[in-house]
């Protein structure tokens, strides 16, 4: 899962002010200035939402001709990880582990942000509050928060009970119809759930440094820990047959898990907030249903615990950023997205990409966003993951980024996916 001056700060404050007050009807004559966004590729019904978020901003700033475009950094036909392509736009979002490669000036760096248009470590969540506190801050605004999450439904009377490890796999015995739903292939993803294991069974510190070492391991003798490894396994082994496929992407096959868990009531969902878009478009098929179908009552979120109890979960920041030189160039219209990116308007934008679709339920890193009535009425669960922010591992630099994904190849080789 992935995934942001030269002039003092007055004049960037006084023109960001002009963006807003020079859109008026008779200032539409002149020529509207392009602005060109690049927004991480993983979003549910993503053409809908982009033409939805494009026309949300510009009927506020009708001067200002806004061309989103969708991009993965990551993909394997991408070379260099598609960061060089940052320059032929004027804003990107980007996983937060990346910014300090970007920062270090490698692919042209970053331009600072104005204070007055990032916004305060306070005002975000979690791993994005982390990211606004630290050196990186300056030079990103945090958008959307992420990270693996157990999902089950609250007459699942088994999984309420269990606190443990153990308790969990006794809870989700295959052969007793009451799946498991989890995608454990991929390098990120598989580096995640290793990561979530240490922090549980040896605590952030130990699981930071050990983490940290593996992504120095040029020699690849750094040994994957066997306690951790061995939880891997212990789950690998519980997943119901069509988990173990060996799917070929997996985004392409999101919405496999999520229908079944919509139709199952004794199933356990373990993955990100975005997997309840497939379990309410399941849901929305029932004759007379609209969405959102998923009550907060009906729904129980929690960390995953591969111990006695979670020590925190592995999460990700999206978030904002302006390549080297874009600021001085196109600095109103820069300043204007991205104070509109994360207000209430935005939010609903992402959240619902139509009246009749389900919600995204895409993370905000705002914390405004968990109490904004319009927006909660459209992901009334936000509440439920917030509560699970509070003490997450935020990653958010490429060293830390890049011993997940080192243990994510190390772990793949021992479970032989069928």
Same mark, same amino acid.
């Given at each position: 899962?992935?995934?942001?001056?030269?002039?003092?700060?007055?004049?960037?404050?006084?023109?960001?002010?002009?963006?807003?007050?020079?859109?008026?009807?008779?200032?539409?004559?002149?020529?509207?200035?392009?602005?060109?966004?690049?927004?991480?590729?993983?979003?549910?019904?993503?053409?809908?939402?982009?033409?939805?978020?494009?026309?949300?901003?510009?009927?506020? =700033?009708?001067?200002?001709?806004?061309?989103? !475009?969708?991009?993965?950094?990551?993909?394997?036909?991408?070379?260099?990880?598609?960061?060089?392509?940052?320059?032929? +736009?004027?804003?990107?979002?980007?996983?937060?582990?990346?910014?300090?490669?970007?920062?270090?000036?490698?692919?042209?760096?970053?331009?600072?942000?104005?204070?007055?248009?990032?916004?305060?470590?306070?005002?975000?969540?979690?791993?994005?509050?982390?990211?606004?506190?630290?050196?990186?801050?300056?030079?990103?605004? @945090? =958008?959307?928060?992420?990270?693996?999450?157990?999902?089950?439904?609250?007459?699942?009377? /088994?999984?309420?009970?269990?606190?443990?490890?153990?308790?969990?796999?006794?809870?989700?015995?295959?052969?007793?119809?009451?799946?498991?739903?989890?995608?454990?292939?991929?390098?990120?993803?598989?580096?995640?759930?290793?990561?979530?294991?240490?922090?549980?069974?040896?605590?952030?510190?130990?699981?930071?440094? =050990?983490?940290? !070492?593996?992504?120095?391991?040029?020699?690849?003798?750094?040994?994957?820990?066997?306690?951790?490894?061995?939880?891997?396994?212990?789950?690998?082994?519980?997943?119901?047959?069509?988990?173990?496929?060996?799917?070929?992407?997996?985004?392409?096959?999101?919405?496999?898990?999520?229908?079944?868990?919509?139709?199952?009531?004794?199933?356990?969902?373990?993955?990100?907030?975005?997997?309840?878009?497939?379990?309410?478009?399941?849901?929305?098929?029932?004759?007379?249903?609209? @969405?959102?179908?998923?009550?907060?009552?009906?729904?129980?979120?929690?960390?995953?615990?591969?111990?006695?109890?979670?020590?925190?979960?592995?999460?990700?920041?999206?978030? +904002?950023?302006?390549?080297?030189?874009?600021?001085?160039?196109?600095?109103?219209?820069?300043?204007?997205?991205?104070?509109?990116?994360?207000?209430?308007?935005?939010?609903?934008?992402?959240?619902?990409?139509?009246?009749?679709?389900?919600?995204?339920?895409?993370?905000?890193?705002?914390?405004?966003?968990?109490?904004? /009535?319009?927006?909660?009425?459209?992901?009334?669960?936000?509440?439920? +993951?917030?509560?699970?922010?509070?003490?997450? +591992?935020?990653?958010?630099?490429?060293?830390?980024?890049?011993?997940?994904?080192?243990?994510?190849?190390?772990?793949?080789? =021992?479970?032989? @996916?069928?």
């Amino acid at each position: 899962m992935n995934r942001i001056f030269a002039l003092p700060l007055l004049l960037t404050v006084a023109l960001c002010h002009a963006v807003i007050a020079d859109d008026s009807p008779s200032s539409q004559s002149k020529r509207r200035t392009d602005l060109n966004v690049a927004i991480f590729a993983y979003l549910p019904d993503a053409s809908t939402a982009i033409e939805k978020i494009e026309d949300a901003f510009e009927q506020r =700033h009708p001067s200002i001709d806004l061309d989103l !475009e969708l991009w993965n950094p990551y993909g394997d036909e991408v070379k260099d990880d598609g960061l060089k392509q940052i320059k032929k +736009f004027d804003v990107i979002e980007i996983d937060a582990c990346r910014i300090d490669q970007l920062i270090a000036g490698a692919f042209g760096g970053l331009d600072v942000i104005p204070a007055s248009v990032r916004g305060k470590p306070d005002e975000y969540v979690g791993g994005a509050s982390v990211l606004a506190s630290s050196d990186a801050g300056k030079y990103v605004v @945090p =958008h959307w928060v992420c990270g693996n999450f157990l999902m089950f439904w609250s007459t699942n009377k /088994e999984l309420l009970a269990a606190e443990s490890f153990d308790d969990f796999l006794k809870a989700t015995n295959p052969s007793t119809r009451r799946p498991l739903l989890a995608a454990m292939w991929g390098s990120t993803g598989l580096g995640e759930m290793y990561a979530d294991a240490m922090i549980d069974i040896h605590g952030q510190k130990k699981a930071r440094d =050990h983490l940290l !070492e593996l992504g120095r391991d040029s020699d690849n003798r750094v040994k994957l820990d066997s306690k951790a490894l061995d939880a891997l396994k212990r789950l690998a082994s519980e997943l119901e047959p069509a988990n173990r496929s060996n799917l070929a992407h997996f985004y392409k096959h999101s919405y496999l898990f999520p229908r079944k868990f919509a139709n199952s009531s004794n199933a356990a969902l373990y993955g990100y907030s975005e997997r309840l878009y497939y379990t309410e478009r399941e849901l929305q098929l029932s004759p007379g249903k609209r @969405p959102p179908v998923v009550a907060p009552e009906k729904l129980v979120v929690r960390q995953f615990s591969f111990g006695r109890k979670s020590q925190g979960t592995p999460t990700w920041v999206d978030a +904002f950023v302006i390549p080297n030189g874009k600021l001085a160039k196109n600095k109103a219209a820069i300043c204007a997205f991205l104070k509109f990116v994360n207000s209430d308007s935005a939010y609903l934008a992402f959240a619902e990409p139509a009246p009749d679709l389900a919600p995204t339920y895409l993370l905000p890193a705002k914390l405004a966003a968990y109490k904004s /009535e319009p927006i909660l009425k459209k992901q009334p669960l936000l509440p439920k +993951f917030l509560q699970q922010l509070d003490d997450s +591992f935020p990653v958010t630099n490429s060293k830390l980024w890049k011993g997940i994904r080192t243990a994510g190849s190390k772990v793949k080789k =021992h479970l032989n @996916p069928e």
